[in-house]
């Protein structure tokens, strides 16, 4: 079988689609997404920041660990634990709770049996 071109037939002149080809709105998108993503950041650090120097924890923090004791998730809760501690950083101490079982089912379980505290 012989392959055979087709003519190229548009609704469009060939000028115009290149012209709609080299428009390219990128920049101005870009200049407007960077814009308002810069101001959405700086509103939200705001809110976040007063809201965080109001607030101080009154009793031990419980860090509560959906994993076993030496796994991944173990070792960085108690290695937030001692910068916490070496930097005091809390009036309160900072306690690891590991509730492993359920894919995380347990440690949930805990933390809604917990709320309002």
Not at 44 to 60: C, D, F, H, N, V
Not at 77 to 90: F, T, Y
């Amino acid at each position: 079988m012989r392959k055979v071109a087709l003519p190229l037939i548009t609704a469009y002149p060939i000028a115009s689609i290149n012209r709609r080809r080299n428009y390219n709105m990128f920049p101005l998108c870009k200049k407007m997404l960077t814009g308002l993503s810069a101001g959405l950041f700086a509103a939200a650090s705001l809110a976040a920041s007063s809201a965080a120097m109001a607030w101080e924890p009154y009793k031990p923090v419980e860090f509560i660990i959906m994993a076993g004791q030496g796994g991944g998730a173990d070792q960085m809760a108690r290695l937030m634990q001692s910068i916490i501690e070496k930097h005091d950083l809390s009036p309160q101490p900072f306690i690891p709770i590991n509730k492993p079982g359920g894919s995380g089912a347990e440690a949930l379980r805990y933390l809604q049996d917990k709320a309002g505290d």
